[in-house]
């Protein structure tokens, strides 16, 4: 089975996010493989794992996401791309779904998986248009893959009624959920063994596309600006014997938060 | 005697010896070198205090009887060395002693030595005897009863009871049947009767044996102290007691560093070594020949079994079968490493001879290491062991991995963003390093990730600042550019995380030239001062126990006996075992407590770890009971309502030990920093 993996290289969210002039400082953040993809990769993994074939890796962003790349690449995964171009900058989840058609459609991939959505902007876009590019069925925010014989994935997913048990025909595209697995660590031989697995850089152009197809210019939505979180306010201190704050907060909830009504 | 019987006795017996002994040695050449013959002079040091003077035996109060009695068996078996030479010499000429340098009869030497071997004939038999008292009538849990335990201490009686019985049968042959026995004479000396009270004495009891009967047993008893000898020699290299060989060289070859050899700096990016499967201990043959030699010298006297905070808690870590097992292993597999130069493979070494649940346990709290009589280093081992288990196979616990994540990404075990390091410093007036200071930093305070982030320690760090606010100290944090020492990474076997954050602390303690640290953290205390050295990062570190001992000393914050209640102090194991540090604290307690602060029975360098260390902190404690619980018991059994200590997980693990028992009214958890900033004058 030969399973291709977006994934994007992320803010890390633990970090506090500053804005500056309505743009995210990138001064002294660090970027860190999005969660969901991680999850991704490893459901790849374990995939190869039992069922044999080949991962294959992909990413659009500029050098650091490089790091990202690596990393899976230690996890296990045989092969990356790179879609390494100044032109990709500013992509909405359309042109990033556009350039990954067209990096799926230089392979022959039986599935597709990347994570639920990006840390970052918590879109949650790409996977679902690719899936309609590629005119793929479209499974999202999966918590359990189950291979069952040839062509045929038993994949659930948490659905408005509970589980859904769906039986999936291949190939197709599904989003990982993070209660998917627990994602390995690049171990030591990982790590190795990466350094002489394969990565390959690409420009828009080998893909066929041309600048203007993606990027800002490319884009159907664009962010005028961002604007800082809230800051936390303070938490309130209830003081008094238990009858007493319990009287306290059950007012406060009732009449401020009105989560009552 | 009989020269030819003698002589046929004697080859064959050194002739096996020798092949056991050869066999051994050989297996420890095939074992990982390591260099234990430098500073010979410290050598020798170590070989007197430990070897000869006994003094692990001797010099611990719990155990004082039976170290006195094994000084005793130890100091009978130097003497009665010489002893025998004399024995086996008679076999081969009659008056052998004569010819031997100042064992003559015109020497008096030779009658000073009668004595004392007389004596400790007697006294060894007396100390064997009350050894089988222990083990059958005692019965300490330490101890094992064994077939080969019980054999060995028989056939030290019967070497001392042989000899005596020879010397009064030959006693009473010269003295009562006219025999023409070799003896001491002298005119001014007297007789070798005269200087030997025991045999003598034993010799009057038999005195109306008649001659035939007594030459018979002056014969017999020869022949049979002969056996004896032999057959114990070559029992030794394949028992437990093969300890009367190798113990001696191996405190001679033992750890001259404090407090034991270093974790070996790995090379991570040799690809070669990561092939052939040579990170860390992965098999019997990885250990260094003296961590072999460690095995063979294992007498399983069980210090290391009562002492062990695992032990005591119930899990499945008990030091002295931990080394059996390897040492059992490993002579299964003698004859295969000296055939092949390696070990078959049949078992592996993590889940068939040691399991895994054993090796996890450990909390590298080195108390084992501090009681072993032998100057075995357990804990090294162990480490080496992880990290086969994290680097080669990936086998770690389990709740390892986000902490190894949070390392990764953002230096410091929760993964909290590195940006948020300095926070607890806001608004303290704590200038942050950011260039080389220019003389007007005193020192650099190294907070550590729970001085930064854990809110119960970060009022250690607020204390400790305050203090050298208050004596005037020019201080610096270094902010954001802080990360994680490495020690949990290090200690739980996963030597390439320990070595990227190591490598990248020592960078940026180097671009900022800092010279001189103070930390709250005897974990990161003990990475700073003694294991990046191996990186090239040379820093004085002090604890701020010790900092601050120093400011009392110079005047510079003056302290009253404020604290009331019954307190104690809980030695850290890494500052204590680790850095020898067991005074600056208690001095600092006993200045601010109005009453002197009371021991718990497990004090100083035999202190109970609060369950932490070796990546412990991380990891689920599922099995037996609480070790931080356990310790917390002891605390409260000498009556403390305030348990001080210097480092920042021994107050998370006995502070939720407190929890976990509802005992938050009666006892309280505080750092001698925080005790010092309350009892300072006002």
């Known amino acids: 089975m030969n399973i291709l993996v977006p994934v994007k290289s992320v803010i890390d969210v633990e970090l506090n996010i500053r804005v500056r002039d309505g743009r995210v400082v990138e001064d002294g953040m660090n970027y860190v493989l999005n969660k969901w993809d991680e999850?991704?990769?490893?459901?790849?993994?374990?995939?190869?794992?039992?069922?044999?074939?080949?991962?294959?890796?992909?990413?659009?962003?500029?050098?650091?996401?490089?790091?990202?790349?690596?990393?899976?690449?230690?996890?296990?995964?045989?092969?990356?791309?790179?879609?390494?171009d100044p032109a990709t900058e500013g992509s909405d989840a359309h042109g990033f779904a556009k350039i990954l058609a067209k990096v799926a459609a230089r392979g022959a991939y039986d599935l597709i998986i990347t994570g639920k959505q990006a840390q970052d902007t918590d879109m949650g876009g790409t996977g679902p248009l690719l899936a309609a590019m590629l005119d793929l069925p479209l499974v999202a925010g999966v918590i359990a893959i189950e291979p069952q014989g040839a062509g045929k994935l038993g994949i659930r997913r948490l659905g408005q009624f509970g589980t859904e048990v769906i039986e999936l025909a291949l190939p197709a595209l599904i989003t990982a959920s993070d209660s998917l697995n627990e994602p390995r660590l690049a171990s030591l031989r990982g790590i190795m063994q990466a350094k002489k697995k394969p990565m390959e850089v690409l420009k828009v152009a080998d893909l066929g596309l041309s600048a203007g197809d993606v990027g800002s210019a490319g884009a159907r939505i664009q962010v005028v600006e961002y604007l800082p979180p809230p800051a936390r306010s303070a938490g309130k201190k209830f003081e008094g014997d238990e009858a007493e704050t319990t009287a306290q907060v059950m007012n406060l909830l009732t009449n401020e938060a009105k989560i009552f009504a | 005697m009989n020269p030819t019987l003698i002589s046929l006795a004697l080859l064959a017996s050194l002739a096996t010896f020798a092949y056991l002994v050869i066999t051994k040695l050989r297996v420890l050449l095939r074992m990982a070198?390591?260099?234990?013959?430098?500073?010979?002079?410290?050598?020798?040091?170590?070989?007197?205090?430990?070897?000869?003077?006994?003094?692990?035996?001797?010099?611990?109060?719990?155990?004082?009887?039976?170290?006195a009695m094994h000084f005793f068996i130890?100091?009978?078996?130097?003497?009665?060395?010489?002893?025998?030479?004399?024995?086996?010499?008679?076999?081969?000429?009659?008056?052998?002693?004569?010819?031997?340098?100042?064992?003559?009869?015109?020497?008096?030497?030779a009658y000073v030595y009668t004595f004392v071997y007389n004596l400790f004939e007697v006294t060894v038999l007396c100390m064997v005897l009350f050894a089988l008292y222990r083990r059958f009538a005692i019965r300490?849990?330490?101890?094992?009863?064994?077939?080969?335990?019980?054999?060995?201490l028989f056939m030290i009686l019967g070497?001392?009871?042989?000899?005596?019985?020879?010397?009064?049968?030959?006693?009473?042959?010269?003295?009562?049947?006219?025999?023409?026995?070799?003896?001491?004479?002298?005119?001014?000396?007297?007789?070798?009767?005269?200087?030997?009270?025991?045999?003598?004495?034993?010799?009057?009891?038999?005195?109306?044996?008649?001659?035939?009967?007594?030459?018979?047993?002056?014969?017999?008893?020869?022949?049979?102290?002969?056996?004896?000898?032999?057959?114990?020699?070559?029992?030794?290299?394949?028992?437990?007691?093969?300890?009367?060989?190798?113990?001696?060289?191996?405190?001679?070859?033992?750890?001259?560093?404090y407090p034991h050899t270093p974790v070996a700096l790995?090379?991570?990016?040799?690809?070669?070594?990561?092939?052939?499967?040579?990170?860390?201990?992965?098999?019997?043959?990885?250990?260094?020949?003296?961590?072999?030699?460690?095995?063979?010298?294992?007498?399983?006297?069980?210090?290391?079994?009562?002492?062990?905070?695992?032990?005591?808690?119930?899990?499945?870590?008990?030091?002295?079968?931990?080394?059996?097992?390897?040492?059992?292993?490993?002579?299964?597999?003698?004859?295969?490493?000296?055939?092949?130069?390696?070990?078959?493979?049949?078992k592996e070494l993590v889940g068939d001879v040691i399991s895994p649940d054993t090796l996890w346990a450990c909390t590298t709290c080195r108390a084992c290491e501090e009681v072993c009589p032998v100057s075995i280093e357990h804990v090294p081992r162990i480490v080496a062991m992880r990290q086969a288990q994290t680097l080669l196979h990936e086998a770690q616990p389990e709740e390892l991995n986000n902490t190894y994540r949070g390392l990764e990404r953002n230096g410091n075990p929760w993964g909290l963003g590195y940006d948020q390091r300095a926070n607890w410093a806001e608004g303290l007036d704590i200038p942050i390093l950011t260039a080389p200071p220019a003389g007007d930093v005193d020192v650099v305070m190294w907070v550590g990730c729970m001085g930064a982030f854990d809110n119960r320690s970060q009022k250690i760090a607020k204390a400790t600042a305050a203090l050298m606010h208050k004596a005037g100290v020019r201080f610096a944090i270094m902010g954001t550019a802080e990360k994680c020492t490495g020690d949990l990474a290090r200690r739980s076997g996963n030597e390439m995380l320990y070595q990227t954050l190591a490598r990248e602390n020592v960078e940026t303690l180097n671009g900022l030239q800092v010279k001189k640290l103070v930390t709250i953290c005897p974990h990161c205390l003990n990475s700073l001062k003694n294991e990046y050295p191996q990186l090239d990062g040379h820093?004085?570190?002090?604890?701020?126990?010790?900092?601050?001992?120093?400011?009392?000393?110079?005047?510079r914050l003056q302290i009253d006996g404020k604290l009331t209640g019954t307190v104690t102090y809980h030695d850290p194991?890494?500052?204590?075992?680790?850095?020898?540090?067991?005074?600056?604290?208690?001095?600092?307690?006993?200045?601010?407590?109005?009453?002197a602060p009371v021991e718990m029975r497990r004090a100083r360098n035999e202190s109970f770890c609060c369950g932490a260390g070796g990546a412990r902190m991380w990891m689920e404690e599922n099995i037996g009971t609480r070790v931080n619980e356990e310790r917390l018991r002891q605390a409260r059994e000498v009556g403390a309502r305030t348990i001080a200590t210097g480092c920042p997980f021994c107050m998370t693990m006995l502070a939720d030990g407190v929890a976990a028992a509802g005992a938050e009214e009666e006892v309280r958890v505080l750092d001698i920093a925080e005790i010092v900033l309350q009892s300072l004058r006002t």
């Open chain 2, 33 to 67: 070198p390591e260099n234990r013959f430098d500073q010979p002079l410290r050598r020798l040091g170590l070989l007197f205090r430990i070897g000869l003077g006994q003094s692990k035996l001797v010099g611990r109060k719990r155990e004082r009887s039976a170290g």
């Open chain 2, 539 to 555: 820093y004085e570190v002090y604890h701020h126990t010790q900092y601050i001992a120093q400011l009392v000393q110079e005047g």
């Open chain 2, 159 to 257: 070497v001392v009871i042989t000899d005596l019985v020879f010397d009064a049968a030959k006693f009473n042959l010269i003295g009562l049947h006219g025999h023409e026995l070799h003896h001491l004479r002298h005119p001014v000396f007297g007789t070798e009767m005269d200087w030997a009270p025991f045999a003598s004495g034993l010799a009057w009891l038999i005195s109306s044996w008649g001659e035939g009967v007594t030459a018979g047993l002056y014969q017999m008893a020869y022949w049979a102290h002969v056996a004896v000898i032999l057959v114990f020699l070559n029992l030794l290299p394949d028992s437990k007691h093969a300890h009367v060989i190798t113990a001696l060289p191996n405190v001679l070859f033992g750890s001259l560093g």
């Open chain 2, 573 to 595: 194991c890494y500052l204590g075992r680790y850095n020898n540090e067991y005074d600056a604290p208690r001095d600092l307690l006993a200045r601010s407590s109005q009453d």
């Open chain 1, 39 to 84: 999850n991704a990769v490893e459901a790849a993994l374990v995939l190869k794992e039992s069922q044999g074939g080949e991962v294959t890796v992909v990413t659009v962003g500029p050098d650091r996401s490089g790091e990202a790349l690596r990393k899976t690449l230690a996890m296990g995964a045989d092969k990356a791309v790179h879609v390494n």
């Open chain 2, 74 to 109: 130890f100091w009978g078996f130097v003497i009665l060395g010489l002893r025998e030479i004399i024995v086996f010499g008679e076999g081969y000429m009659h008056g052998f002693q004569e010819v031997l340098p100042l064992l003559g009869s015109d020497s008096i030497a």
């Open chain 2, 266 to 346: 790995l090379d991570v990016e040799n690809e070669a070594a990561w092939e052939q499967g040579k990170l860390g201990v992965d098999r019997i043959e990885h250990l260094t020949w003296k961590q072999g030699l460690d095995l063979y010298t294992c007498t399983e006297c069980g210090r290391c079994y009562d002492i062990c905070p695992t032990y005591v808690t119930g899990k499945p870590l008990t030091l002295k079968w931990f080394n059996e097992s390897l040492r059992d292993h490993l002579r299964e597999e003698e004859a295969h490493l000296n055939r092949t130069g390696a070990s078959s493979g049949e």
């Open chain 2, 140 to 152: 300490p849990a330490r101890l094992t009863l064994n077939r080969e335990a019980n054999t060995i």
